[in-house]
């Protein structure tokens, strides 16, 4: 039986692969893979990773030396792993799909809470605070929604926004042949949104798309939605532009300094990062520890995915979903 080393365990990821799994002995390991805990791989055929582990380059040679062939990732994203010193050392599986409409619906829920402040009357009815002072919102319909990124989920974010009678605005560096998406330059998209959406990837290209130039391009009193990768967003210009009243309100799904902080508990700890606790206290921010994936249909899809990769890839020594294509020894 092949032993895998399961990275970043969560009691929700336990739930689903230990359901499916009938092929495999899998160690759960709490702690992340990191360049510090990846002599853990040892004696192992396989790793299993997510989103917040430090793939660099010493996890890799690590990987190689111990004759581990091949890391999973259990999730779409790969940008915390060092492609190029996996070439031709490690193979990287991924689960490119597994629910789009969980992150999309997650996104819409966001800007939904922040725009009808959802997160203020609930605090305040609790306390039988029937007050509708400062509770005012806007219509959805008739808005412009600029949707970067149109892949999986951008394209169901779309959907969902045109069932609100939003009018979407898009932009993709590769747009998509007769979709019916009305694609824009990106200035464009920055200057005539009432509501931003991120669903690229994170690139050295997309890397702070969101910064203090974009920003003083957009609309006064624009919200941005961000439920891809945190480092899409240079958090201080993102402060700056909510304290000016420049950006009207921002939900985040993600943040630049996430890994050390999300999926943990904090909350009787001071925490260090100045720039994410006054984010925190802002009443026109919302932040969720990355979760927009979180559904059952996508931890099952995940779930099955991940094995079903880690299983073509031991028969036959490839994967359909396999990101790096080179040798191993
Ligand atoms: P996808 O690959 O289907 O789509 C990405 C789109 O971005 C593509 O259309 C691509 O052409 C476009 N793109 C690439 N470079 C670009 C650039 N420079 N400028 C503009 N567009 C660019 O990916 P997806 O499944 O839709 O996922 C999008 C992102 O969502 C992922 O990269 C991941 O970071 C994030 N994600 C987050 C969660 C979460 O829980 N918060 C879950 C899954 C995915």
């Given amino acids: 039986m092949k032993k895998i080393a399961f990275f970043d365990t969560k009691p929700y990821d336990k ?34 990773a997510f989103v ?17 062939p091949v890391l999973a990732m259990r999730c779409s994203g790969y940008n915390n792993v060092d492609m190029k010193a996996a070439q031709g050392k490690i193979r990287i599986l ?21 725009n009808r402040k959802i997160h203020k009357a609930y605090i305040r009815t609790r306390d039988f605070n029937f007050s509708l002072n400062r509770l005012i919102g806007f219509d959805i319909h008739g808005k412009t929604i600029g949707v970067i990124g149109t892949g999986q989920i951008g394209r169901v974010f779309i959907d969902v926004c045109r069932g609100f009678g939003a009018n979407v605005l898009a932009y993709d560096k590769y747009p998509s042949k007769d979709s019916g998406i009305n694609y824009v330059e990106l200035e464009t998209l920055f200057r005539e949104s009432d509501i931003i959406s991120l669903h690229c990837p994170l690139t050295k290209e997309t890397h702070h798309i969101i910064n ?10 624009v919200y941005l939605i961000n439920t891809s990768r945190g480092s ?7 402060l700056d532009g909510l304290t000016s009243g420049k950006v009207g309100a921002a939900g985040l799904d993600v943040y630049e300094e996430e890994s050390d902080l999300f999926y943990e508990d904090f909350s009787n700890i001071v925490i260090k990062d100045d720039i994410l606790s006054i984010l925190v206290s802002r009443p026109n921010v919302i932040i969720t520890s990355h979760q927009a994936f979180l559904t059952e249909e996508a931890l099952k899809g995940i779930a099955s995915v991940t094995l079903s990769n880690l299983k073509e890839y031991f028969q036959t020594g490839t994967c359909a979903n396999e990101i790096t294509f080179g040798t191993t020894q």
């Fill in 15 to 48: 739930i689903w692969f230990d359901k499916f799994n009938d092929e495999f002995e899998i160690d759960y390991f709490e702690g992340k893979l990191t360049p510090k805990t990846c002599k853990l791989v040892r004696d192992y055929d396989g790793v299993v």
């Fill in 52 to 68: 917040n582990d430090d793939i660099d380059k010493t996890v890799i040679n690590t990987m190689y030396n111990e004759k581990v």
């Fill in 94 to 114: 991924r689960v490119p799909a597994y629910s789009p409409y969980a992150v999309a619906e997650h996104a819409m829920a966001l800007i939904l809470t922040l």
């Fill in 212 to 221: 203090k130039d974009s920003i003083a391009m957009m609309k006064q009193g």
């Fill in 232 to 238: 899409l967003i240079e958090s201080q210009s993102l």
